[in-house]
């Protein structure tokens, strides 16, 4: 049996246009990404000029209007270049996702005037983005952010830490979370927050199992002050804004995850028709081409869902609920398939030499970021069972 290069996968799109979009995704990432992709982030070098390139290409903006420089794209095509960008590192598809979810207060709940002053800079601009909600002692029960911003006058001043920051310490604006009135969700407003404002400072990024390309870092705001121009939404409103771009950037999770997932199964089937063991290719062997099954179904059905959910969404439907399965099911799917793309490989997926063990490394993050797995399964059985008696 011939060994078998990866094929690209085959895609849905609903238009000319978006075909031509993924295309020249595929060909920044073959040329621009890839190639330096396992060095830098074995080295812990952090990509900036792909971002900057990327904006520059409008993939920064793809969701948003195109009144303020976005890409007038549906979630369905926008979450497929995530995936793109996330099957060739991981650091990238999910910065850009970690991008997108910054921008989205801004894009649907500030005023006119907000949005003209800001969003056109944020899209297309060259800037990248940081999203402020998790603390050190509130992540999974974000309701209880401890984060304070305090009117002085016009203004607002800001006191507290912020923890897990992807982009932490490198970006240029940040939608914080804060209480500003009573304990609970609806003491709570949403802040745009230039990533330059005098008393915000970052601590030194974790260090991390995997993406080590990514920044993640506490933010420590001490007395920033920011005019009420700033505010986005009312007062209170801004547990509900955080909700609402938990729902959409639970999608990019989902997206990423595949993303990673299908990258090992290209390794791993790759690997498996090249390496032969008692005179025929591994892939021979009916218990490996069983497991190569079960991980191209898991990656099918995980695109499947995540898709549907983002047909909802495109729809104006409701899909919490949907968002919550496809970013549950979806990383699941991707820690599952990658360790068992380590498995296929042998010894050799234990090394460095091949990417597999960096894609297992990276899929674990995914179970855990914008709401923890246990989390995505407490949202699902309150939308079909209500909410937990007290």
């Not at 990432?29 to 520059?56: D, N």
């Not at 497929?80 to 650091?91: D, F, G, N």
């Not at 400072?201 to 199992?209: D, I, S, T, V, Y």
Request: charge should be negative.
């Amino acid at each position: 049996m011939p060994d078998r290069a990866p094929q690209p996968v085959e895609r849905r799109l609903p238009s000319e246009e978006s075909r031509q979009l993924i295309g020249l995704v595929r060909d920044i990432v073959s040329k621009e990404i890839a190639p330096r992709a396992a060095e830098e982030e074995e080295a812990g070098h952090f990509p900036r000029e792909v971002f900057t390139l990327l904006s520059g290409s409008g993939l920064l903006a793809l969701p948003y209007d195109s009144a303020f420089g976005g890409g007038d794209q549906p979630y369905e095509v926008y979450l497929q270049v995530l995936e793109e960008l996330a099957a060739a590192r991981l650091t990238v598809g999910l910065g850009v996702s970690v991008h997108s979810l910054a921008c989205h207060a801004l894009a649907n709940f500030g005023t006119g005037r907000q949005r003209d002053a800001h969003l056109p800079a944020m899209l297309t601009g060259g800037l990248l983005g940081a999203y402020c909600l998790s603390e050190p002692a509130s992540g999974s029960d974000a309701a209880s952010l401890r984060t304070k911003a305090v009117r002085d006058g016009d203004d607002w001043v800001l006191t507290g830490t912020k923890a897990w920051i992807t982009h932490g310490g490198v970006a240029d604006f940040c939608t914080v979370l804060a209480r500003t009135g009573v304990e609970g969700p609806r003491g709570i407003t949403a802040f745009l927050v230039p990533g330059d404002a005098e008393g915000l400072g970052a601590a030194l990024p974790e260090k991390k199992m995997g993406m080590k390309g990514s920044p993640t870092a506490q933010l420590h705001f001490d007395g920033v002050r920011i005019g009420d121009d700033r505010r986005i939404g009312d007062e209170g409103q801004g547990f509900a804004i955080a909700l609402s771009a938990l729902d959409s950037g639970r999608l990019g999770i989902a997206a990423c995850a595949v993303g990673v997932a299908q990258a090992a199964l290209d390794e791993a089937v790759g690997y498996a028709t090249g390496r032969r063991q008692f005179g025929r290719p591994v892939a021979d062997f009916q218990g490996l081409r069983f497991m190569l099954a079960d991980m191209a179904t898991g990656i099918e059905a995980g695109r499947a869902l995540y898709l549907e959910a983002a047909r909802l969404r495109d729809a104006g439907q409701p899909f919490s609920r949907q968002a919550a399965m496809a970013k549950l099911f979806c990383t699941d799917v991707a820690m599952r398939v990658t360790t068992d793309a380590v498995q296929v490989l042998g010894g050799y997926g234990y090394t460095l030499d091949f990417p597999v063990e960096r894609l297992m490394r990276e899929a674990k993050v995914l179970q855990i970021v914008e709401g923890t797995n246990q989390i995505q399964r407490m949202v699902i059985a309150r939308h079909l069972a209500g909410p937990e008696s007290r």
